[in-house]
């Protein structure tokens, strides 16, 4: 079993549309969480991190529920500019584990 | 202009051949990663350094050697015992080892050998 998994899409939305990406975890003793955002043949960015009291940025809403060891990234109004792959990631004491990745089409 | 260079964008080499990537950075960052991604896979973490002189192996260290001999900087070395060298690497830095820091990336270098 992966250490971070995510549901791999592709997610296909028209614009406007709000779309939700999960991601669970194994490690219990992880000790913090992000989402990463990676254009196509790009570096990851780093696009938020996540707190179990759930944080916002804008049209994008994070939350971690530890008990569950579940993440998840709502995205509201997608954006034809959204379209991109999302990379779940638990940082553990010495080191980061990704997901593999949803990837989200948004369309016109 | 602060930032995490790699060097070069692409790089082509033939097989049995050991090739050196660069990663520089000027952050002032304590800890530095190398990650391999391949298609439709998670990054997989090679090698990691929480300082200079030190590293350790990551998941899939075999056939990859590093070197922190300055702060600034931390090569990878893709030798030829590497089975399955074609890949995208990444370069990563931290501003301190630890479970509460997010992590910074390069540009990446795009391997393909033959």
């Known amino acids: 079993r992966k250490e971070v998994e995510q549901d791999p899409g592709p997610f296909n939305v028209p614009e406007g549309a709000t779309v939700a990406f999960n991601c669970t975890y194994s490690?219990?003793?992880?000790?913090?969480f992000f989402w990463y955002r990676q254009d196509c043949r790009k570096e990851p960015k780093l696009l938020m991190s996540v707190y179990s009291s759930g944080n916002e940025d804008g049209r994008f809403t994070a939350q971690l529920n530890r008990a569950s060891q579940y993440i998840s990234l709502l995205i509201r109004d997608s954006k034809l500019s959204d379209s991109a792959t999302y990379l779940c990631?638990?940082?553990?004491?010495?080191?980061?584990?990704f997901g593999a990745g949803t990837r989200l089409t948004v369309k016109p | 202009d602060g930032g995490i260079t790699q060097s070069p964008k692409y790089l082509f080499r033939k097989e049995g051949q050991n090739v050196t990537l660069s990663c520089e950075q000027n952050l002032n960052h304590d800890a530095m990663y190398w990650y391999r991604q391949d298609p439709g896979q998670g990054l997989r973490l090679i090698y990691y350094?929480?300082?200079?002189?030190?590293?350790q192996k990551g998941d899939i260290a075999e056939g990859y050697s590093v070197s922190r001999e300055k702060k600034e900087s931390f090569p990878l070395t893709v030798t030829s015992a590497q089975k399955n060298p074609t890949a995208f690497y990444l370069c990563?830095?931290?501003?301190?080892?630890?479970?509460?820091?997010?992590?910074?990336f390069g540009p990446g270098t795009r391997l393909t050998v033959t």
């Open positions: 990563a830095t931290q501003p301190a080892s630890g479970g509460h820091y997010e992590q910074y």
């Open positions: 990631v638990v940082n553990r004491a010495h080191d980061m584990r």
């Open positions: 350094s929480q300082i200079v002189n030190d590293f």
């Open positions: 490690n219990s003793a992880s000790q913090s």
